[in-house]
């Protein structure tokens, strides 16, 4: 499949870029990961969430068309992770517009935040108002962490600032969205349900998951993990690849540590086959490597660059592959994936020769890859 024009056009648009302060700290994605077991399965998520957890509504305004009101309560994240959410997001926030006069049953749709929809305006305009005219159905929109009141001081605009970052939103989104639905049943709404655009529409169906009645879901523009919009989608150019690069290199723990606690290795991840996955030239277009990366590769052989990573020559183009394990067997394994990392490749922490090293970039891309998937996958999540 070719690469969208569309999407080539949105990427001119984004003038800023995301994950500037790298991968987050390791240790915050040791826990991410951690918890990544337990929030992913459905019987044990089933007690995260206390049925009678605090809800508080602090203020009511009174429409033509509809009642709109203010809400808030803790996010359940702070309780089972303690401080890793931004101290902005501790508090979730959300909006609930009812009409003024239900016409049968009370139905209510959770709507989640698209990629960039800060407050509740623009959900609540074009959705939630025009709902209410047209079925009667309520709607209660939430806001995202790291969007709008929730967002930290040092975020600029919709730019997350740290890979972390989306897998703490994920999380806390997955929590808050029970929350809600407990706190819908117990006032009475019913039949309840779950939307969202883009990112909102993959949040809203993560948070389903774990929900363990049967509920209506209509995710928009959405996909089943969130690798490939950063890795090879609309928002790959606006990735700090360069960032994620120099840490990656010259911090061992992401190679020695992090990539041993991966466990989802699927045919979206990681593809352990001896084929290629993606020419040199086609992945500089595409992802635009750093200039380091450029200079880098161009100072040594395709022989060299072949024997590190895996790789064939054809009509003057390198091919880079990472290669299946030795016994021919169908599945990926650990040691496999570890391998194709270079995590068994003896460094020091502050040799900067590795910051240059030829197959940088196309380990952080599989890097990426693979964290991505292990938190944001929907085959992790019952």
């Not at 991968?23 to 992913?40: A, Q, S, T, V």
């Not at 044990?44 to 309560?73: M, Q, R, W």
């Not at 290199?249 to 992401?254: E, G, I, L, R």
Request: hydrophobic letters at 35%.
């Amino acid at each position: 499949m070719g690469v969208s024009r569309l999407d080539v056009f949105y990427r001119q648009l984004l003038l800023t870029k995301l994950f500037i302060g790298g991968w987050g700290k390791p240790e915050d994605l040791k826990r991410i990961f951690e918890f990544r077991k337990i929030i992913g399965d459905r019987e044990k998520c089933k007690s995260l969430v206390p049925e009678d957890y605090p809800v508080y509504i602090n203020k009511t305004e009174e429409l033509a068309d509809c009642h709109i009101h203010d809400g808030y309560f803790i996010s359940p994240l702070e309780h089972l992770v303690p401080g890793i959410l931004p101290p902005e997001a501790v508090k979730a926030r959300f909006q609930f517009i009812v009409p003024k006069r239900w016409q049968k049953n009370r139905p209510v749709c959770i709507q989640l935040a698209g990629t960039g929809d800060h407050f509740f305006w623009r959900r609540r305009t074009l959705m939630a108002r025009p709902m209410i005219k047209e079925a009667g159905m309520g709607s209660l929109l939430l806001e995202n962490p790291y969007y709008g009141y929730r967002k930290p001081k040092d975020q600029l605009r919709s730019c997350l600032k740290n890979v972390s970052d989306l897998f703490v939103m994920g999380g806390a989104l997955i929590l808050e969205s029970t929350v809600l639905l407990r706190w819908l049943e117990r006032e009475g709404y019913w039949p309840l349900g779950m939307t969202g655009i883009s990112m909102g529409g993959y949040m809203a169906s993560l948070a389903v998951t774990n929900w363990p009645k049967p509920i209506p879901l209509i995710p928009c523009l959405s996909w089943s993990t969130a690798s490939s919009v950063f890795t090879t989608g609309v928002l790959s150019k606006a990735v700090n690849w360069r960032q994620l690069e120099k840490q990656f290199a010259v911090n061992s723990v992401y190679e020695e540590e992090i990539i041993s606690l991966l466990e989802y290795c699927g045919a979206d991840s990681f593809k352990m086959r001896t084929e290629p996955l993606r020419n040199l030239d086609s992945m500089e277009d595409l992802l635009h490597l750093s200039e380091d990366f450029r200079v880098s590769a161009g100072q040594h052989s395709k022989e060299q660059i072949q024997s590190r990573i895996g790789g064939s020559s054809e009509g003057g183009r390198t091919h880079v592959f990472i290669s299946s394990s030795s016994d021919g067997g169908g599945g990926p394994n650990r040691d496999t994936l570890q391998r194709s990392f270079g995590v068994h490749r003896p460094r020091m922490k502050s040799d900067p020769a590795q910051c240059c090293r030829p197959t940088l970039h196309s380990e952080s891309i599989g890097f990426m890859k693979g964290v991505m998937d292990e938190c944001t996958h929907m085959a992790n999540f019952s």
